[in-house]
């Protein structure tokens, strides 16, 4: 079982490097190469998991070398978990890629570089779940932030080299960051080793523990888009192409949000940032759902309240028990599948029509009824509507906050409840306009052309703006997966207090990791 451990990383790895010397040729190959190598990811991220659920935190030491000398990769409840949504994710991603690709004949020369960088993005997300030392991780957020550099300014189009350069200039100050930490830390305590440095973080002197919590807070919340650091995510995420942008919002802010939980529950337990944490939690969700509320463009609102919801994360965490981890687990999973699908959507509304401007679009339920429904489940889903797993997330927070019973959880309470209420007001906002209500001028004089059968050139100009069936496939599997958590809620939310609990006993990774080494 140990030796499946680091597949998730290497499978993705040795795919983009055959891809590359393919090279443009051999294009069915390609397809076929991604998807198998996504496919098996999406296999052994469910045999680790059940292994990690009934047996314990499974470790592998890189090379042989036993912790601390080597780097372990430690696959837990949590980590495991994150690896199914994850693979599941870019699973999907790939197969709407793909039919996108061929349908725009982009499958020769761009599409082999394209899907080279997504296998190594997808490997650092991996890299990033597994890793038990703090070098490790920092190579796995260089990994996926390289093939993300590619992917968000792919096709070289102004804006998106401009997005680019934000994106770019924000990963490499994180990055910059990142080192230093490292080097107070392994300067401070001799290691990097996540499990000796639970250990040896308690005899440090309050003032440098403090320091190096906040140094790698910082970095991991730029990661994360936690407010402050959130205003570059907006401006960068909605020029890439639909299945870039997708998966940036479903999985690439998690993997800080993820790296944020690792911290404050192994290595600084109780610390004294959890007021910070809250505080951020509380600004987050409501500054960003008030940017999405003025938005008139389907991307940057649906970019706004992935902002917001980063706050609910960061809520969970910042209480410190294991409930408040537990719901911040169980959000994680719900909104990465959710968002993702979101975004997939927006890129066949776009395909459909030419733009994503609710200023411009209008009467899609009867243009694109299927469009419509696969619009309107996740939005509701985002939104927190009864039964779904948006709501039962959120349930768990503020259950979670409730018991806490403090004046600044009360107050994020509150706060949950107003973004929810935001974030439906945003959603249902941009239902109506796109959706619902007639069409403009311009786009209905458009449609009067569309919906007319008196010529086959006419018939040819209704096919080409039709998504084809794989993309809209894609979209429908991200949609019921999301679904399925309601019906699963019981398990999922077992499950997700299992790996809470076990977060925050950190005896079973330190034991595990410890044990690795005799």
């Given at each position: 079982m140990q030796a499946?451990?680091?597949?998730?990383?290497?499978?993705?790895?040795?795919?983009?490097?055959?891809?590359?010397?393919?090279?443009?040729?051999?294009?069915?190959l390609h397809a076929l190469i991604s998807l198998a190598t996504l496919g098996a990811m999406v296999v052994i991220s469910l045999i680790l998991l059940v292994a990690a659920d009934r047996g314990g935190p499974l470790?592998?030491?890189?090379?042989?070398?036993?912790?601390?000398?080597?780097?372990?990769?430690?696959?837990?409840?949590?980590s495991t978990l994150m690896l199914v949504v994850s693979s599941a994710v870019t699973f999907c991603v790939m197969l709407y890629s793909l039919a996108n690709a061929y349908a725009d004949q982009e499958h020769l020369a761009p599409m082999a570089i394209f899907h080279p960088a997504y296998l190594i993005m997808v490997a650092g997300v991996a890299d990033a779940f597994l890793s038990g030392d703090l070098f490790n991780l920092f190579?796995?957020?260089?990994?996926?932030?390289?093939?993300?550099y590619v992917l968000l300014t792919f096709g070289g189009t102004l804006p998106r080299i401009r997005a680019g350069a934000t994106y770019t200039v924000m990963g490499l100050?994180?990055?910059?960051?990142f080192l230093i930490a490292l080097?107070?830390?392994?300067?401070?305590?001799?290691?990097?080793?996540?499990?000796?440095?639970?250990?040896?973080?308690?005899?440090?002197?309050?003032?440098?523990?403090?320091?190096?919590?906040?140094?790698?807070?910082?970095?991991f919340a730029i990661k994360a888009a936690?407010?402050?650091?959130?205003?570059?995510?907006?401006?960068?995420?909605?020029?890439?192409?639909?299945?870039?942008?997708?998966?940036?919002?479903?999985?690439?802010?998690?993997?800080?949000?993820?790296?944020?939980?690792?911290?404050?529950?192994?290595?600084?337990p109780g610390g004294p940032v959890s007021t910070i944490l809250m505080w951020a939690a509380l600004l987050t969700m409501l500054i960003g759902v008030a940017g999405a509320v003025a938005q008139t463009d389907i991307k940057r609102m649906l970019s706004f309240t992935l902002v917001s919801h980063i706050g609910y994360m960061v809520y969970g965490v910042a209480l410190s028990?294991?409930?408040?981890?537990?719901?911040?687990?169980?959000?994680?999973?719900?909104?990465?599948?959710?968002?993702?699908?979101?975004?997939?959507?927006?890129?066949?509304?776009?395909?459909?029509?030419?733009?994503?401007?609710?200023?411009?679009?209008?009467?899609?339920?009867?243009?694109?009824?299927?469009?419509?429904?696969?619009?309107?489940?996740?939005?509701?889903?985002?939104?927190?509507?009864?039964?779904?797993?948006?709501?039962?997330?959120?349930?768990?927070?503020v259950q979670a906050g409730l018991a806490d019973g403090g004046p600044l959880a009360l107050t994020l309470v509150a706060g949950s409840l107003v973004t929810s209420l935001l974030t439906l007001y945003a959603v249902a906002k941009t239902w109506g306009k796109a959706f619902w209500r007639s069409p403009p001028a311009a786009y209905g004089a458009e449609e009067t052309v569309l919906d007319s059968e008196e010529s086959s050139e006419e018939?040819?100009?209704?096919?080409?703006?039709?998504?084809?069936?794989?993309?809209?496939?894609?979209?429908?599997?991200?949609?019921?997966?999301?679904?399925?958590?309601?019906?699963?809620?019981?398990?999922?939310?077992?499950?997700?207090?299992?790996a809470a609990g076990e977060l925050m006993a950190r005896q079973p990774y330190l034991e595990a990791v410890s044990g690795s080494g005799r």
């Amino acid at each position: 079982m140990q030796a499946l451990i680091p597949a998730p990383v290497l499978l993705p790895l040795l795919a983009a490097a055959l891809k590359l010397a393919i090279g443009g040729r051999l294009r069915r190959l390609h397809a076929l190469i991604s998807l198998a190598t996504l496919g098996a990811m999406v296999v052994i991220s469910l045999i680790l998991l059940v292994a990690a659920d009934r047996g314990g935190p499974l470790v592998a030491c890189v090379g042989g070398w036993p912790a601390p000398t080597g780097i372990c990769l430690v696959a837990d409840r949590l980590s495991t978990l994150m690896l199914v949504v994850s693979s599941a994710v870019t699973f999907c991603v790939m197969l709407y890629s793909l039919a996108n690709a061929y349908a725009d004949q982009e499958h020769l020369a761009p599409m082999a570089i394209f899907h080279p960088a997504y296998l190594i993005m997808v490997a650092g997300v991996a890299d990033a779940f597994l890793s038990g030392d703090l070098f490790n991780l920092f190579v796995a957020f260089e990994m996926l932030l390289g093939g993300s550099y590619v992917l968000l300014t792919f096709g070289g189009t102004l804006p998106r080299i401009r997005a680019g350069a934000t994106y770019t200039v924000m990963g490499l100050a994180s990055s910059m960051l990142f080192l230093i930490a490292l080097a107070i830390t392994y300067a401070s305590t001799g290691t990097l080793s996540m499990a000796q440095l639970a250990e040896r973080f308690a005899g440090l002197p309050q003032h440098l523990k403090l320091l190096v919590e906040l140094t790698l807070l910082l970095v991991f919340a730029i990661k994360a888009a936690v407010f402050p650091m959130s205003a570059w995510l907006p401006d960068s995420y909605p020029t890439a192409p639909a299945p870039a942008t997708a998966v940036f919002a479903g999985l690439l802010t998690k993997v800080g949000i993820y790296s944020i939980i690792r911290l404050e529950a192994l290595l600084f337990p109780g610390g004294p940032v959890s007021t910070i944490l809250m505080w951020a939690a509380l600004l987050t969700m409501l500054i960003g759902v008030a940017g999405a509320v003025a938005q008139t463009d389907i991307k940057r609102m649906l970019s706004f309240t992935l902002v917001s919801h980063i706050g609910y994360m960061v809520y969970g965490v910042a209480l410190s028990s294991i409930a408040g981890m537990a719901g911040a687990v169980m959000y994680v999973v719900h909104h990465i599948t959710v968002q993702t699908s979101l975004f997939l959507v927006t890129g066949l509304i776009e395909r459909r029509t030419g733009t994503t401007s609710v200023d411009r679009l209008g009467g899609l339920m009867r243009l694109a009824p299927l469009i419509a429904v696969l619009f309107f489940i996740p939005a509701m889903n985002l939104s927190g509507i009864p039964p779904m797993s948006g709501f039962l997330g959120k349930l768990l927070l503020v259950q979670a906050g409730l018991a806490d019973g403090g004046p600044l959880a009360l107050t994020l309470v509150a706060g949950s409840l107003v973004t929810s209420l935001l974030t439906l007001y945003a959603v249902a906002k941009t239902w109506g306009k796109a959706f619902w209500r007639s069409p403009p001028a311009a786009y209905g004089a458009e449609e009067t052309v569309l919906d007319s059968e008196e010529s086959s050139e006419e018939d040819a100009i209704r096919t080409t703006v039709l998504p084809p069936w794989p993309m809209v496939a894609a979209t429908a599997a991200l949609v019921v997966l999301a679904l399925s958590y309601t019906v699963l809620a019981g398990p999922l939310s077992a499950l997700a207090g299992r790996a809470a609990g076990e977060l925050m006993a950190r005896q079973p990774y330190l034991e595990a990791v410890s044990g690795s080494g005799r």
